[in-house]
Every structure is written in structure tokens, then in C-alpha cells.
């Protein structure tokens, strides 16, 4: 009884928010093209028509590319769950490597081979379709299988080893093994963080120490000012994938770096990279890093406290088309855990615009921030350029920006930053 209700709950779920996401993305694509023919009035001296136009076009492009993944991921959940897919799956695996730790792991293995098949032609067409079209692509199809290799590899050396650990505790811990694994799995992030910038991203990029001694003492000065201290600047070769810009931090503790994209650096005059570093070094000084990672290891301890409860719940399994007495008197532990990570999404949609409005307030905080030890014109000015060439649509639809989008409106944040000019 309990298994149909939560194949029943599951299923309004699934249904509901594949409703309300195809809706959001309709009214987006009509929001777009209805403003499409002119340029907002307080952008109007800045951004060619041809270049609105051309990011309403991208932006509609990527909406209708996003509906056509969205159905396939849908029908491929339904498939892994309910129509037996996993069910499947397990029963091959477990019949090549018997029962124990081997079977766990090549079950897991073997979901994020057919997964990541699936979404390879996407990934595929995004590259070389969609992007090329517009413009951004600068990848080759040599770079982009070179990139997947060196991503399933990573994901082999670190990932396997980590969830080999979980399963551990899974099955050696006790009751309280969500506990054990949530202390892992921070750790793990914490190390990640410090190793990313100077042992994983160089395995995909290029990062040399900026040369342009000016604007290196110009960023130096505001750093000074701010109180922040970086182990470098560094330039890293986006070019020869993409032809969007940014810069970030990355690191962590003693272990942080500024990095800029070389698009960026080739666009934006100095003051304006001086502005967009201020509002970056503004998230860090406003302790926003910190927040978001204490959030994160909050609610990665609730939902590993939840897994722990679903984990003996015989209608968890049933309730999505797995029978858990598959491997009687063994450990199935991998199977709990794909099935967790594939519903917890359908039931978590919905806190989308919860998690937004967090994220846009820590812009307009950054932004102030920025505004106070730059010009805040530089800022704006910085951030057309941006929008001009990343295509960023200028009239989103303010609901589906509301669920989806972690940055305020253009027309928004530029109006404030303008107040305070």
C-alpha cells in the first residue's frame, strides 16, 4: 500500500513540475520574442539592435534545446525507475560479477556509462550546433573527446574511490552511517576546493601569470585596499573553447587564485576588469563563499539524513520498480543510492526560486560592494559588454528568471548600480 502511494506521489511530482517547467519555458520564449524588435530604452545607446536580436534568438535557441533535453531525461527517469531500467541493469551486472563491493560499484559505473552516452549527442550538438551557430564554439572535435576522456578519468580516480567509502559506511556503519558519510563527503569538497585550482583545472586549461604589468598593479592596488590576499593572477586560455568571457576565484584558504578569461581581458579597458574583479573580491569579503558552503553541507547533511531513513524503507524501492531482495543477504546499497539521486531532483524543483532569491541577493550585495571602492559606471558599463557578448537576453521573463536564473535581471541590477553612481 505504501508502494503505490509513493509510485503515486512520485508520479504527480514528475508530472507536475514537467508541466510548470514546460510552461515557464513558453512564456519565456513568447516574453523574449515579444520584445525582440527593439532594444529596452535604457539600453538603447548601447546595444545594437542586431545584438539584441541576436541574444533573443540565442536565448530561445537554448530554451527550445533545453524543453527537447528536458523530455528525454524525463523519459529516461521513468525508464530507469518505473518501466525497470535499473531493475535491469542490476540483474545484468550482478550476473557478470557476482555479489559484494564489485557488484556495487560496477552497477554505479555502469549507470554513468549509459547516462553519460545518452547525453553525449546532446552535449554533442550544443558544441557544435547550437554554439557554432551563434558564434561561441572555438572548440575542435578533437578538444571536445579529449575533454570527455580526461572527465571520465577523473571520474574514475576520484569519483569510484569516494563512493567506494560511502558504501562502506553504508553497509559497516550502523544507524548512523549518513552521519560518518556526511563528515567524508564535506571533507571531500573542502579538498576538492584546494586541489581544483592547481591540480584538476590545468589538466583542461591553460593558466599563465598576467603580463600587463599596468592593469596587474592596478588590481594589486584594489586588492590592497579591500584586504585580500591571492597566491596570483592568472589568465586562462577560454578562447579555444568558447568565445564567453568571465573571471573567477577559485582555491580555497591560503590556496585562492584570480583568474581571467583571455576573452574577458581582450574586451573589457582596465577600469571595467578592475570593476568586475571589485564585484567578484565582494562575494569573498561579504563572507558569501562561506555561507554558500556552510548552506551546502547543511542540506547535504538533511538529505543524507533522509537517504539514511529511505535506505530501509522497502517502499522506497518498490515504489520506483526496484525489488531490494534482489541480492538476498546482500548489500544493494549502490541501487538506494542511484535511486535517491534520480527522484530527489522531481521533488525538489519547486525551491528553485528559494535558492534564486539567495543568489540574487548576494548580487546586489557584491555589487555594492563593488560600487563603493570602484566607479560603479565602470561596473555598468563592464556588464552591457557582457551581456552584449555573451548574448545574454535583456528581457527575460521575470517568473522563469525567478526560478531558474542566480543573477538579477540586467535592467535591475544596472538600475541599481546606477542609484548608486
Not at 571520465?152 to 552511517?177: F, R, S, Y
Not at 571595467?272 to 562561506?290: D, P
Not at 548489500?331 to 521533488?347: E, K, Q, S
Request: aromatic content about 12%; overall charge positive; hydrophobic content about 55%.
Amino acid at each position: 500500500m505504501y508502494s503505490l502511494a509513493f509510485s503515486i506521489l512520485f508520479v504527480s511530482f514528475l508530472i507536475l513540475t514537467l508541466l510548470l517547467r514546460f510552461w515557464l519555458a513558453s512564456r519565456h520564449i513568447r516574453h523574449v520574442l515579444r520584445h525582440r524588435a527593439a532594444v529596452p530604452a535604457e539600453f538603447a545607446q548601447t546595444i545594437p539592435l542586431a545584438a539584441h536580436q541576436k541574444a533573443a534568438d540565442y536565448t530561445v535557441a537554448k530554451t527550445k534545446f533545453g524543453l527537447l533535453g528536458l523530455l528525454v531525461n524525463t523519459l529516461v527517469l521513468v525508464g530507469f525507475t518505473l518501466l525497470g531500467g535499473l531493475q535491469c541493469l542490476s540483474v545484468a551486472v550482478y550476473q557478470h560479477t557476482g555479489p559484494g563491493m564489485t557488484y556495487q560499484l560496477a552497477l554505479m559505473a555502469g549507470f554513468a556509462l549509459i547516462t553519460g552516452l545518452i547525453d553525449l549527442p546532446f552535449d554533442y550538438y550544443k558544441q557544435f550546433g547550437m554554439e557554432q551557430r551563434f558564434g561561441f564554439n572555438k572548440m575542435t572535435p578533437g578538444l571536445f573527446f579529449a575533454d570527455l576522456l580526461k572527465g571520465v578519468a577523473l571520474g574514475a580516480v576520484i569519483g569510484l574511490p569516494l563512493v567506494w567509502v560511502v558504501l562502506t559506511l553504508m553497509a559497516k556503519a550502523g544507524d548512523l552511517w549518513w552521519l560518518y558519510a556526511w563528515f567524508v563527503w564535506s571533507g571531500f569538497q573542502l579538498l576538492m576546493m584546494v586541489l581544483f585550482p592547481t591540480v584538476i583545472a590545468p589538466l583542461f586549461n591553460k593558466f599563465t601569470p598576467l603580463a600587463d604589468a599596468a592593469l596587474k598593479a592596478r588590481i594589486e592596488g584594489l586588492m590592497a585596499r579591500v584586504g585580500f590576499a591571492s597566491k596570483g593572477l592568472f589568465v586562462m586560455d577560454g578562447s579555444k573553447r568558447s568565445a564567453h568571457g568571465n573571471a573567477y576565484f577559485s582555491g580555497f584558504g591560503a590556496n585562492k587564485r584570480i583568474v581571467f578569461f583571455d576573452t574577458l581581458l581582450a574586451r573589457l579597458a582596465p577600469q571595467e576588469i578592475e570593476a568586475v574583479l571589485a564585484h567578484e573580491l565582494g562575494h569573498f569579503k561579504l563572507k558569501h563563499i562561506i555561507k554558500r558552503i556552510a548552506i551546502m553541507f547543511a542540506v547535504s547533511l538533511a538529505f543524507l539524513a533522509l537517504l539514511g531513513y529511505l535506505k530501509n524503507q522497502l517502499w522506497f524501492y518498490t515504489g520506483l520498480g526496484v525489488d531490494p531482495l534482489l541480492l538476498p543477504g546482500q548489500n544493494n546499497d549502490a541501487m538506494v543510492l542511484l535511486l535517491f539521486m534520480l527522484v530527489l531532483p522531481v521533488f525538489t524543483f519547486l525551491l528553485g526560486p528559494l535558492t534564486s532569491l539567495s543568489s540574487r541577493k548576494h548580487e546586489f550585495e557584491a555589487d555594492a560592494f563593488a560600487a563603493r571602492h570602484t566607479d560603479a559606471n565602470d561596473l555598468v558599463s563592464a556588464l552591457v559588454k557582457m551581456y552584449e557578448d555573451n548574448a545574454s537576453t535583456l528581457t527575460p521573463d521575470p517568473l522563469h528568471s525567478a526560478f531558474y536564473d542566480s543573477h538579477p535581471p540586467a535592467s535591475v541590477r544596472i538600475r541599481h548600480l546606477k542609484l548608486a553612481a
